[in-house]
């Protein structure tokens, strides 16, 4: 029956010559980096220097986030192989990373069927297509796999690996010892370094193991992992990265990579023989998450197109027919070190799984890799709103602690950190920094459609001789028609056609008070800076209305694009040295349409 399986409904589309896919963004998603890879300064990295990270989840207990992502030295599938875990009270805020699985001897003389090559110094790759389990008696358990990958080409995840381990994670902070849950075949507690669960003298997690192996829904996760018959696997085909989550009828939707899908009736005991590709869902060989909303509606979140960009999310309010294609992450920051398999874009997108806790704000919280190289979580206000009708009227001093960037969007990296903070003299401004040579600071304002606008800012520079702020007026998908910018050299110039045009000089730590006058009907916009009137100007690309404000650290990016090779095979000279800090106070925001 049409009725009875995911799909699409709606008619926006992705452009893929565009980062962010000329969608309109969901009003006021935050993008946190949380994790930054480096290899040359790995005491910037939380002591560690491999950069390839991926596969990011996320869980909410104990009043706070849990982060855990997998991480190998260079490339995908590439051993030594480690599991890290991340902390957060608040979601912005992130300790540095753990090994809560550390590198998995593989025990030298091991073989695999059909391969020639024999274990020798050998450590696993790890893997994970669920990361956490809450039990009824609310203790947090936190898994990972390892696999075994003999040499180039092997996989790690063909069901010849060592096993699934599992561990406990205590309020303190600390975690209990390492045992398996669940051995591939050929591996058993005499041939591995650590004991199997059911050989633990606490009978509280051997009970939380046992109840995590009796819920068809997890270990339906362990698919790609497990031995091939493995009679725990309700539906045994090459379906990958399961995501699910219930009706309001109570039967099961699941999601898998290319948007696949089924629907369960028995809370995933049994699935039909086949999966369908839901209609009209654009998605490729990339995870696609599908959670219910403290609103009562459902969500997805995925990358509509062919590759991995941008990260954007579709609505429900029954669970099977989404709409509103928004965006959540447009950005591709640049990737720094080369590696197998390192795809360019936000990817990967976990939320918290049915039962992994819920955040008290009611707000959606997702997780995902940034080049499988960064980690990044997206806060998504709920409800979904992707429209503004109210003029902004904004002086940030003035405004609860806590609310100011309620409706603002913003990309905040470790190195190009987004946050409300002090100017000097002590008021409080949204502070864009930046000292990444890789990555810019972004934070954007969705305005009321208008075709004819004003806007009044305030603005304080800390620096005229580094950095750079471009402050943008944009249409609904992005176009920018009109672009101002603080340069390098203590100029403040505006964009007009290919070239730029100088307005004035400007100075350190001195206040500018903006007014800008705009019409896009006549194409025309005045500027008035601290009550002086600048030469008028014309817009470098023509709009239909103008709906965000975009305050930005750096040039505008188009690489990667379509046509762009897959494999980035080389790193980036000093790829984990840092730029000279430059910083930006944003004091006050208010716009008029007319």
Same mark, same amino acid.
């Given at each position: 029956m049409a009725q009875d399986t995911v799909r699409y409904v709606g008619n926006t589309l992705v452009n893929v010559d565009y980062h962010h896919g000329q969608l309109a963004p969901v009003v006021g998603v935050h993008n946190i980096q949380v994790f930054r890879a480096n290899r040359e300064h790995p005491e910037w990295a939380g002591g560690f220097n491999w950069t390839y990270n991926h596969a990011p989840m996320l869980a909410y207990w104990n009043n706070q986030f849990y982060l855990e992502f997998l991480s190998n030295p260079i490339g995908e599938h590439q051993p030594p192989g480690q599991t890290f875990l991340l902390t957060s009270k608040d979601g912005y805020t992130w300790s540095k990373p753990s090994a809560v699985f550390p590198p998995y001897k593989i025990p030298d003389g091991t073989r695999k069927e059909g391969r020639t090559e024999v274990a020798k110094d050998l450590y696993s790759v790890n893997h994970q297509r669920m990361g956490f389990y809450v039990s009824k008696k609310n203790r947090l358990m936190v898994l990972a796999y390892h696999g075994v990958v003999l040499g180039p080409g092997d996989d790690p995840n063909d069901g010849k690996g060592v096993g699934r381990v599992i561990r406990e994670v205590y309020k303190d902070g600390t975690y209990g010892p390492?045992?398996?849950?669940?051995?591939?075949?050929?591996?058993? =507690?005499?041939?591995? +370094?650590?004991?199997?669960?059911? /050989? +633990?003298?606490d009978k509280g997690f051997v009970e939380a193991c046992e109840e995590l192996l009796a819920n068809p829904l997890m270990t339906q996760q362990w698919v790609e992992e497990a031995d091939r018959d493995d009679p725990l696997i309700s539906l045994k085909k090459d379906y990958k990265a399961l995501s699910y989550y219930h009706l309001n009828d109570g039967r099961v939707v699941g999601l898998w990579k290319n948007a696949l899908t089924a629907i369960s009736s028995d809370n995933g005991k049994t699935w039909p023989a086949n999966a369908v590709r839901a209609p009209k869902f654009v998605n490729s060989n990339a995870k696609i998450w599908g959670?219910?909303? +403290?609103?009562?509606k459902f969500a997805t979140v995925y990358n509509? +197109? =062919?590759?991995?960009?941008?990260?954007?999310? /579709?609505i429900s309010s029954n669970g099977l027919n989404f709409d509103r294609l928004l965006l959540v992450n447009g950005e591709i920051s640049t990737m720094r070190y080369g590696g197998a398999y390192k795809s360019y874009g936000p990817q990967y997108v976990r939320g918290i799984n049915e039962g992994n806790g819920t955040p008290p704000d009611g707000n959606m919280w997702v997780t995902y890799s940034m080049n499988k190289e960064d980690m990044w979580v997206s806060k998504i206000p709920i409800p979904v709103t992707e429209k503004v009708t109210a003029d902004v009227q904004e002086d940030f001093n003035t405004m609860p602690a806590?609310?100011?960037?309620?409706?603002?969007n913003y990309n905040s990296g470790l190195w190009t950190p987004v946050a409300i903070g002090q100017t000097n003299a002590g008021t409080k401004?949204?502070?864009l920094q930046d000292w990444?040579?890789?990555?810019?600071?972004?934070?954007?304002r969705v305005i009321p459609a208008a075709k004819t606008m004003s806007a009044e800012f305030t603005l304080i520079p800390q620096q005229n001789d580094h950095g750079q702020l471009a402050i943008e007026f944009q249409d609904a998908k992005g176009t920018a028609g009109v672009r101002l910018t603080f340069d390098s050299a203590g100029n403040l110039h505006t964009k007009a056609g290919y070239r730029n045009r100088n307005l004035m000089k400007y100075t350190a730590g001195e206040q500018y008070n903006f007014r800008i006058d705009l019409n896009t009907e006549t194409r025309f916009y005045n500027i008035t800076v601290n009550g002086k009137a600048l030469p008028a100007g014309l817009f470098f690309a023509p709009l239909d209305k103008i709906e965000r404000i975009v305050f930005r650290t750096g040039e505008v990016r188009r690489f990667p694009d379509a046509d762009t090779p897959t494999d980035q095979n080389y790193d980036l000279p000093k790829g984990g040295e840092q730029a000279k800090k430059a910083g930006y106070y944003i004091t006050s925001l208010k716009t008029k349409s007319q």
């Open positions: 390492i045992h398996f849950i669940r051995h591939n075949k050929g591996w058993t =507690e005499k041939n591995t +370094s650590h004991p199997f669960y059911k /050989s +633990s003298k959670q219910k909303t +403290s609103d009562g509509p +197109s =062919e590759f991995r960009w941008p990260l954007a999310l /579709s806590g609310n100011e960037l309620r409706y603002w401004a949204l502070t990444d040579p890789f990555d810019y600071a972004k934070a954007e």
